[in-house]
């Protein structure tokens, strides 16, 4: 007899786990999973259509995740209180792992595989998620004209302008750093806050001399903990390009943007920049 079956058959009549439930189960009524096993609905017959639809929806599910202990970590600097926001950046950069290796399932499809169900998504395109627009808001990559394109959403505008109008959670840092004596210039703090976040010496001489006291101090950690995040959201990007690269080429992206080259952009741009414009200061 199998293990698996050795422990089956210790399973009696009158066990807890095999006792009926009444309705759904508890574990069902918590988690939702059959609410979550419908909402994948392939439109042609290719094969690899139900790992794409389930990759994407794992991930908008890890960036929901994301948002949220971003969010955690962004009041907690507004309350100067370090320890909550570093507990919930390290749960974020745990969210980010699984975000980034959850391209798995379909990051070796070839031209052909993907074409077979390209046209049933029309113009639906990763570049339209609400909630990784959330994301780069957060990180201080503003732009009015993506919040626009959710106008005719009422619900997501809503959630997408509270984020686009609020300070990001890098804005918040810098407010923290400034409240701990250290100089952020005032430029830099009393900034819009709806503008793209651009790099400013003052602050990339405020991580310098951060980084270069003493190695185990608080602040040095939280400099290294935001480039673990930094890091993994370049990391996130530039597979996205690869995975592109790999099933489409340079074609048109399906939502009319510039496909790969436009994903290069966007992988270009540095996340909280100064800290890596400090270490070349050091």
Known sequence: MTDRASALAELSTDDPLTQPFGGASPYDEYVRATLLNTLQEPLTEAADEMGFLVTTQVMELWFTLIVYEWRAARDAFRADDLDTAMDALLRSRRGLKALNE?????????????????????????FQSAMHRHMEFLVGQKSAALLRAHSGDPDVHKGLSEAYEEPSLYDEVLNFLHRRGFPVPEHVRWRDVTAPYESDPGVVEVWRRIYAG???????????????????????????VMVVRRAMGAKPGSAGSAGVKYLEKRAAIAVFPELWEARGAI
């Open 214 to 240: 003493p190695q185990h101090h608080p602040l040095l950690r939280l400099g290294e903990q935001l480039t673990d995040v930094a890091e993994a959201i370049t990391r996130w990007r530039l597979d996205h």
């Open 102 to 126: 959850s391209w798995a399932p379909i990051a070796a499809l070839t031209p052909v595989q993907f074409n077979g169900f390209r046209a049933a998504f029309g113009k639906a395109s990763g």
